[in-house]
């Protein structure tokens, strides 16, 4: 029996990662965190301190390597072999990902690689595009999505814990910003898929989101 592959899909900072990788966990699925592979291009792009240049950035995204490995319940991702999960998470990558992303010749790139990784299925991968344009006959769709206010609170925390110093507002509007970036882009912009189930987490518990979608793929 194939088992399914389960896109989920939303806007930044919906918690669309963390709710993926633990239901992964919960189905004993492989995790593929495919907005991480975006960062790795765009981080890769910015340490050749070049400037933008979509044949550069694609021929980037064309020749990288990305892998994820578990280590103590913890996705590491890796460029070239080396180890890069905390820097993909900078500020100068989340400010810089969606013009990247939007790249045409990288999107190409990406979700080739995405297409043969979930190809076996048994699989749950997050992004921006996955049940719209890399896995469109997914079992199972779901839209993560969280109000503006809500995911920079969660960002702000996030980052404050990482002993960064940020601002609410700040992140709110950069937030806003990218959400109006992925949503207009010309490729793959970020939408519901029509036979997407919609979670709206703003006043749901990490726990209960999971369950949710557990539920909905019909595993108790």
């Known amino acids: 029996m194939i088992r399914p592959v389960i896109a989920i899909d939303g806007p930044a900072g919906a918690g669309k990662s963390t709710i993926a990788k633990m239901v992964a966990e919960k189905l004993n699925y492989i995790y593929i965190d495919t907005g991480a592979m975006y960062r790795a291009v765009t981080l890769k792009f910015l340490a050749a301190n070049k400037p933008f240049d979509e044949k550069l950035v694609t021929k980037i995204a064309q020749e990288i390597d990305i892998t994820f490995r578990a280590e103590k319940g913890y996705n590491r991702v890796y460029i ?30 990406m979700v080739s690689a995405q297409r043969k990784m979930g190809a076996s299925g048994g699989v749950v991968m997050d992004g921006r595009d996955i049940g719209t344009v890399v896995f469109p006959k997914a079992e199972v769709k779901i839209f993560l999505t969280a109000s503006v206010e809500e995911r ?69």
Do not use: F, W
């Open 80 to 109: 070239d072999s080396n180890e890069v999960t905390e820097e993909i998470r900078s500020t100068i990558v989340t400010n810089n990902v969606s013009k990247i992303s939007a790249v045409g010749g990288v999107r190409d790139a």
């Open 152 to 220: 920079a609170k969660r960002r702000y925390l996030e980052l404050k814990n990482k002993g960064q110093n940020v601002k609410l507002e700040i992140l709110a509007q950069e937030i806003a910003l990218r959400d109006k970036l992925d949503s207009e882009r010309k490729l793959s912009p970020l939408r519901c898929a029509e036979n997407a189930h919609y979670l709206d987490t703003s006043d749901l518990d990490i726990p209960t989101v999971v369950d949710n979608i557990l539920r909905l793929c019909k595993v108790s």
